[in-house]
């Protein structure tokens, strides 16, 4: 299912720890490993590229569209609700009343920017996104031998480094007996 998501509309929610700092390159990251990817994901900026920003997506998936100096994000996702052949295949990510009325009336899947963050996040606690449930929880899990392995090997340690205890010499020394 198409994806329209408003950028800046998205991007200015309050976030939950796990995407504090999420940007444009970030989101159209995070975007291409979703269940969207594949389906045309456009992520929707007003105006033009920010100083050090990036101008296109870095990602092959998703395409990030900037509305340009004399537009707003709103007319061109509301144009793109228009336009577009299959309307009813069509989510549309944003908050904003005007453009979730257009959608509606397409019969447009509309989802509004806090809702699209909750499964967002779903999506990445998942397996299918590497996740391990809670993205907020932290967990600790045992490694395996070989994983043992390769962190020993990483830091340099081996049986002898193993028999050697640098504090010894302070173990050994004697103590006063008052």
């Not at 456009?42 to 101008?55: A, E, F, N, R």
């Not at 967990?139 to 020993?152: C, K, P, Y």
């Amino acid at each position: 299912m198409p994806l329209a998501i408003d950028c800046y509309n998205l991007l200015h929610i309050p976030m939950p720890p796990s995407l504090a700092g999420l940007d444009e390159s970030r989101l159209c990251q995070l975007l291409a490993r979703s269940r969207w990817s594949g389906t045309g994901i456009w992520v929707v900026c007003d105006g033009v590229i920010k100083p050090g920003g990036i101008g296109q997506s870095p990602v092959h998936q998703v395409e990030l569209v900037y509305s340009g100096p004399s537009r707003c994000a709103d007319s061109v996702i509301m144009e793109m609700v228009a336009a577009n052949s299959a309307p009813c295949r069509l989510t549309i990510v944003s908050t904003d009343r005007q453009i979730r009325a257009a959608a509606r009336r397409r019969r447009c899947h509309v989802v509004t920017s806090k809702q699209f963050i909750s499964e967002l996040l779903q999506l990445l606690s998942g397996p299918s996104m590497g996740g391990h449930g809670d993205p907020e929880s932290h967990r600790h899990t045992a490694l395996s031998g070989q994983e043992v392995d390769q962190w020993l090997k990483t830091f340099g340690v081996n049986d002898q480094s193993l028999d050697h205890d640098p504090l010894k010499p302070f173990y050994d020394r004697p103590t006063k007996d008052h």
